[in-house]
């Protein structure tokens, strides 16, 4: 590799930069839709890519166009919106705590969620002004508080600590799974049995209502998050080096924490809390392609998406018996957490 | 022309105060060095100048502007700050950590322009991180480092520099470095800069003038060799030391060690 020496070197380190970041887009975008194909192919009764195709466009068997246009298309929908957003939620986490350990599950923001959402569910709140929405808003607010309440505890003057952070994500995280169960102990048969098969997480239920349900505050999480990619960066390499350099610290913080908020919020409504998405895939792109937000923001969005998705299928039709999808990711996901404690422990605890 | 002017500035935590009635003014095209011993206040004076902390009491305006009514951009473009620390947690590039600095001058949703890479170009070069540019943050030297985290501040193209420490932790070569680097940025391009050090002896060769803090109050201001006499160091720092001219450096400190008085008080100290 060549030194830079001069302008002409500078623009050749911008143009190999921004091929890399196109093919690492354009690759993850492939890699998204191979696999959206792949995931509607497979699941109880295993369909060929031509009968995919017909069936969502109406035409052919009707019982093939029923299962690809109504059963599957929703739920493999949901599951590529579920994981964008516990991606992008989960990126955006970590750069605001300033650590690579942050996500929605470890920081107990899920819990948060699943708390307003089971309120909703079982004790019908919210269901009068929001309808349908009520599990999303309730999640929504309950995420809200959480991450705040989070972020206030683990922050002192002199910054965020590992050991603070995790351990009030811990300390809330209980509580509120402790509020859940509250909930689940006082809840008739009907909602008990839907809560505890939320808390699993899973997208046995999701059908062509949910998906807005989803889509919507997701959407708006994204749109704030690319909107502040640059503020983002600037705040991941330090809040106060990103006041000095003009950046309103404060208005990101409280953008960054609404936009996440959304995120969880919309995929808690539809799936329940499916762990340790937000971990993963964050970090595995950051360290094919670095920090910046630019690049990271469609990567988690494309892969986040991929990821679920075939993580659903696997779960749904990988084995014997199909089980819910958030018990893979938990246990794909604890031995990752354990691998970055371990390998990356300069970036973790420093 | 950029004037500087500090009123009448207080700031206190709950805890105790740190800053009483600090009052100065600073103008163009000069190094000013604000020198004192650990925990003093030098650090938090330069966070009440950029308005990192508000203080109690008192104002501080550039050109007549108070920076308090300024947005967080706005102080941006008329001041750099260049902190003691960096962190790296997240290792961006040279040239996208440098970039980060014309943030200040970009509108909301604009992406890097072509004038943006020339100024951070232009920056690299004259702090002698171009070789970098493409290297991640984390594999350079304290250094180093410490030139990009200048290199950041000037794409700001702000008319006040203020470092805080910029030598600490720097072996002796680099620390000339960056002095000399200093120096010309203040020269050259007419900017105002702001040292805030504990080293007397980098002061008294590299500042036009110093004020001298201690315990939250100036104890002496003014040209350096009016400042960083014999008398005053041992006054304020409690530091024998002699001051004399040498032609081959300028204004030349020689510390000599701890007072007397000083070790007297201890050693009484120590008894009762």
Known sequence: MSEIKDYEGIQEFRKKARRKAVMAVGGTALFFVVAFLLCMCFGNYVMSPSEVFNGIFGIGDAGIVQIARNVRLPRVLCAALV?????????TMQS?????????????????????????????????????????????????ITMALVYAIARTRYGISTVTLLLSGVAVGAFFNGLVSLVQYVADDDALQEIVFWTMGSFNKCNWDSVPVALIPILLGIVMTVLINRELNM????????????????????????????CVAGSVAVSGTIGFVGLIIPHVFRMLVGPNHRLLIPLCIFGGAAFLMIMDTIAKA?????????????LLGAPFFIYILKTRKKEVWE | MVELDIEDVC????????????EFKAEQGEILGIIGQNGCGKTTLLKCINSTLSPKKGIVTVDGKAVESMTKKEIARNMGFVMQTTSTTFPFTVYETVMMGRYSRQDALDTEKEEDTRIVYQALQDTGTLKFADRD?????????????????LVQEPDILLLDEPTLHLDINHQFDLMDLITKLSREKGMLIVIVTHDLVLAARYCDRVI??????????????????????????DIEAEVNEDPRVGLNVTILGKSKADSEKDRQRAAS
């Open chain 2, 11 to 22: 700031f206190s935590y709950p805890s105790r105060d740190i800053l009483k009635d600090v």
């Open chain 1, 235 to 262: 705040v991941s390499a330090g809040e106060e080096q990103a006041a000095n350099m003009g950046v309103n610290v404060r208005n990101i913080r409280i953008i960054a924490i609404v936009a996440t908020s959304l």
């Open chain 1, 96 to 144: 605001l705590f300033k650590n690579p350990m942050a996500s929605p599950t470890v920081l107990g923001i899920s819990h948060g969620a699943s708390f307003g959402a089971s309120m909703a569910i079982s004790f019908g709140i919210g269901a009068g002004v929001f309808g349908t929405y009520s599990t999303s808003v309730m999640a929504f607010v309950f995420c809200f």
């Open chain 1, 83 to 91: 994981g964008a957003a516990l991606s992008v939620a989960g990126l």
């Open chain 2, 137 to 153: 943050i984390d594999e350079l030297s304290g250094g180093e480092r410490r030139r990009v985290m200048i290199a950041r501040a």
């Open chain 2, 212 to 237: 001298a803090i201690e315990h939250g109050e100036i104890a002496a201001m003014g040209p350096t060799r009016d400042v960083l006499t014999t008398e005053n160091m041992r006054r304020i720092f």
């Open chain 1, 318 to 330: 990988g084995f014997e018996m199909s089980f819910p999808v958030g018990v893979l990711t938990s």
